[in-house]
């Protein structure tokens, strides 16, 4: 089983390296909808792996493609975008901390019963 998920897990990396090779809007968007549905599947049946590999592919081939538009942006906005970002881990830390528990205990929890 390790070295199918190697495989698929190749296979999935080839298609993000295909992606940015090739970068033209159907290949984009057809990839992108795949990545969903396997973050979906993923969710559902509780593996972490693919859970971890989709949503990484989704983050790399979402900023890749909107690379013209973040690199015209201001300083500024990043700043803003780092703000929220702080903001939103501290206040879900402190939401966490009102039941007496810290955030990462909290997604310990959450993924304890999800397999590799």
Do not use: H, P
Request: with cysteine; hydrophobic share 50%.
């Amino acid at each position: 089983e390790i070295s199918s998920q190697t495989i698929f897990i190749l296979d999935f990396i080839g298609l993000i390296f295909d992606v940015i090779y090739f970068y033209t809007l159907s290949n984009t968007v057809f990839v992108l909808a795949v990545t969903a549905v396997i973050l979906i599947i993923s969710f559902t049946k509780k593996s972490r792996i693919w859970f971890f590999c989709s949503s990484s592919a989704l983050v790399i081939i979402t900023v890749y493609s909107m690379k013209n538009y973040i690199t015209s942006l201001n300083w500024w906005a990043y700043l803003f975008i780092a703000g929220l970002t702080l903001i939103s881990v501290a206040s879900a830390n402190e939401y966490c901390k009102k039941s007496g528990k810290n955030i990462k205990i909290k997604l310990s929890e959450i993924f304890s019963d999800w397999k590799w």
